[in-house]
Nanobody, 115 residues
Framework: QVQLVESGGGLVQAGGSLRLSCLTS????????MDWYRQAPGKQRELVAS???????NYADSVKGRFTISRDIAKDTVFLQMNSLKPEDTAVYYC?????????WGQGTQVTVSS
């Protein structure tokens, strides 16, 4: 069983920054990748950023150049640094990984960007 706990969401004005954290109950190196997803009201959940076992990263086009995914292996934590936030970034942000054949999700953290 893997547990993921997100934190760091909140209310911020457009142009501001937030840093999300995802604490895992197992070593990050147990997973082939760690992902951040988001889901806005009335929209499908979408992949925002990923970091692979080897440290490679991928981003959705909508956040490239503004968001950065990183990890602290010693602390079993993955981060999402979000800069230059826009109102359209408003969503619940989820941490996700896969272990074996099963997907594991955190409970989500709300990010609200006011204009």
């Amino acid at each position: 069983q893997v547990q993921l706990v997100e934190s760091g969401g909140g209310l911020v004005q457009a142009g501001g920054s937030l840093r999300l954290s995802c604490l895992t109950s197992a070593s990050i190196l147990s997973f082939t990748a760690m992902d951040w997803y988001r889901q806005a009201p009335g929209k499908q959940r979408e992949l925002v950023a990923s970091v692979s076992f080897g440290g490679g990263t991928n981003y959705a086009d909508s956040v490239k150049g503004r968001f950065t995914i990183s990890r602290d292996i010693a602390k079993d934590t993955v981060f999402l640094q979000m800069n230059s936030l826009k109102p359209e970034d408003t969503a619940v942000y989820y941490c996700k990984t896969q272990f074996g054949t099963r997907d594991y999700w955190g409970q989500g953290t709300q990010v609200t960007v006011s204009s």
